[in-house]
């Protein structure tokens, strides 16, 4: 299991590289390494699990936050509608975007970084995504919300850019144009 040792911190060169793009089918190592990201996500969001293993609560995790520079990632997250998100991303793409913006009112943190970095991170509102499940099976659909945000700051990871690259350098609470923010404790 993924353990917060596993997870490296800002400075780590791996964070910064853009990672590679997985071919089909996949090796058993790479399946496994998709299903310790989900299971590292649920474990983290269990009071029991988390506590035990001094786990940070997560909604999403990237292989190259663990030091795999593949092209995948984990969500588990409910929707807006409460419905549960739950999928190892591989090879994912935004295929087409909203107009609009939208940022999380107190911020975004990271696993691989060990300090508050205050500052709207602008998000696109709403996305159309595609990837490739474990299976090889390509997915399609459409974000929103929270969702949205992460998927995005998890793709983020995949490119070597971090969240506070986004931030306003001069003004980091300046006003995102065009955005409905959302409010998270
Ligand atoms: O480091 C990571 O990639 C996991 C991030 C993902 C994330 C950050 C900001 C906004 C959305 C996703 C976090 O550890 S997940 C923690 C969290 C939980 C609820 C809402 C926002 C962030
Ligand atoms: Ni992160």
């Known amino acids: 299991m993924i353990l917060m040792d596993n ?12 990672a590679k793009e997985l071919t089909f089918p996949l090796s058993p190592e790479d399946k496994k390494l998709g299903q310790d990201l989900l299971e590292f996500l649920i474990n983290s969001q269990d009071p029991v699990l988390s506590e035990k293993y001094n786990l940070r609560s997560g909604i999403g995790i990237a292989a190259p936050q663990i030091n795999e520079s593949k092209r995948m ?17 591989v090879n994912p793409k935004i295929v087409s975007h909203s107009v609009e913006n939208t940022y999380l009112t107190n911020g975004e943190g990271c696993l691989s970084v060990d300090r508050n970095v205050a500052g709207y991170v602008p998000r ?24 949205a945000i992460a998927f995005q700051h998890e793709l983020d990871h995949l490119n070597g850019v971090m969240f ?17 923010p959302i409010e998270n404790n």
């Open 7 to 18: 997870v490296i911190r800002e400075g780590h060169p791996t964070l910064r590289t853009r």
């Open 164 to 180: 506070y690259d986004h931030i306003n350098e001069s003004n980091p609470f300046a006003d995102v144009p065009n955005s409905q």
């Open 73 to 89: 990632f984990a969500l588990h997250l409910p929707d807006d509608n409460d419905n549960q998100i739950s999928f190892v991303a």
């Open 124 to 147: 696109h509102a709403r996305i159309t995504v595609k990837f490739h499940t474990l299976d090889g099976e390509e997915k399609k659909m459409r974000l929103k919300g929270i969702p």
